[in-house]
């Protein structure tokens, strides 16, 4: 009976152990998979940057006048440029953008003045800043819209002929655009834009002599077509 008692004790011993090794596993396995799960590491994850290099051509409206000449009006040379913009993503759907670029423009007389001829010639500085919203949910064609203000400076300016001392006011205007990117992988894709710009400054020049002022309504079309790089 002794020996049967002892038997007992050790089979119940072993049954306990293997009951709390048991519950234990259990428990660190039930601890495991309760555990909150560790956020993804995004190792695609882009930088907020991103530049482009476009041609640009600048369509000017030919529209404007001279004060005190019923009639009068002003044409203006439309160019082909290089521009470059830089872009910062503040969220996958804002951005700003910053256009830099300058062209030039010569300045000609149109309707009741037409034959006075060239007007004179004035490089012009536009940068612009626009505010852009861009759609995602189109895979690689990535479309936006965009809407800011742009300052206008002019510079290296003259006139031509009997025309001396032209100066075209630097100006603020606003500025529309829509366009898209279309991404060839995570890094490089194609860009299409199109920007208007409202810019009407007043200018003067002297023609033999004569003070003569009046407003410039360039108001351009900016159409633009180049290579996007996202950092």
Do not use: C
């Given at each position: 009976?002794?020996?049967?008692?002892?038997?007992?004790?050790?089979?119940?011993?072993?049954?306990?152990?293997?009951?709390?090794?048991?519950?234990?596993?259990?428990a660190a396995d039930l601890a495991e998979r309760m555990a909150p799960a560790e956020a993804p590491v995004d190792i695609a994850a882009q930088s907020?940057?991103?530049i482009r290099v476009r041609g640009l051509g600048v369509i000017t409206n030919d529209s404007g006048y001279v004060d005190a000449i019923p009639g009068s009006g002003l044409s203006y040379s439309d160019?082909?440029?290089?521009?470059?913009?830089?872009?910062?993503?503040?969220?996958?759907?804002?951005?700003?953008?910053?256009?830099?670029g300058t062209t030039y423009a010569n300045v000609n007389a149109a309707d009741s003045i037409a034959g006075l001829g060239k007007v004179g010639k004035t490089w012009l500085l536009p940068p612009t800043l626009t505010l852009q919203y861009?759609?995602?949910?189109?895979?690689?064609?990535?479309?936006y819209v965009g809407a800011g203000v742009?300052?206008?400076?002019?510079?290296?300016?003259?006139?031509s002929g009997d025309f001396?001392?032209?100066?075209?006011?630097?100006?603020?205007?606003?500025a529309l655009q829509v366009g898209f990117d279309y991404m060839i992988d995570q890094h490089w894709g194609v860009n299409f834009d199109v920007k208007k710009l409202f810019l009407e400054p007043e200018w003067k020049v002297n023609y033999q002599g004569t003070p003569l002022t009046g407003k410039a309504k360039l108001d351009p079309w900016l159409v633009?077509?180049?290579?996007?790089?996202?950092f």
């Amino acid at each position: 009976m002794k020996r049967d008692g002892i038997v007992r004790i050790r089979r119940a011993a072993l049954a306990a152990a293997v009951t709390l090794i048991g519950g234990g596993a259990f428990a660190a396995d039930l601890a495991e998979r309760m555990a909150p799960a560790e956020a993804p590491v995004d190792i695609a994850a882009q930088s907020p940057w991103q530049i482009r290099v476009r041609g640009l051509g600048v369509i000017t409206n030919d529209s404007g006048y001279v004060d005190a000449i019923p009639g009068s009006g002003l044409s203006y040379s439309d160019t082909v440029v290089p521009e470059l913009d830089i872009s910062y993503f503040f969220t996958d759907n804002i951005a700003a953008e910053l256009i830099l670029g300058t062209t030039y423009a010569n300045v000609n007389a149109a309707d009741s003045i037409a034959g006075l001829g060239k007007v004179g010639k004035t490089w012009l500085l536009p940068p612009t800043l626009t505010l852009q919203y861009h759609f995602t949910d189109f895979g690689a064609f990535k479309p936006y819209v965009g809407a800011g203000v742009n300052y206008t400076l002019f510079y290296n300016q003259s006139g031509s002929g009997d025309f001396t001392d032209l100066d075209v006011k630097n100006k603020v205007g606003a500025a529309l655009q829509v366009g898209f990117d279309y991404m060839i992988d995570q890094h490089w894709g194609v860009n299409f834009d199109v920007k208007k710009l409202f810019l009407e400054p007043e200018w003067k020049v002297n023609y033999q002599g004569t003070p003569l002022t009046g407003k410039a309504k360039l108001d351009p079309w900016l159409v633009g077509a180049g290579i996007t790089y996202r950092f």
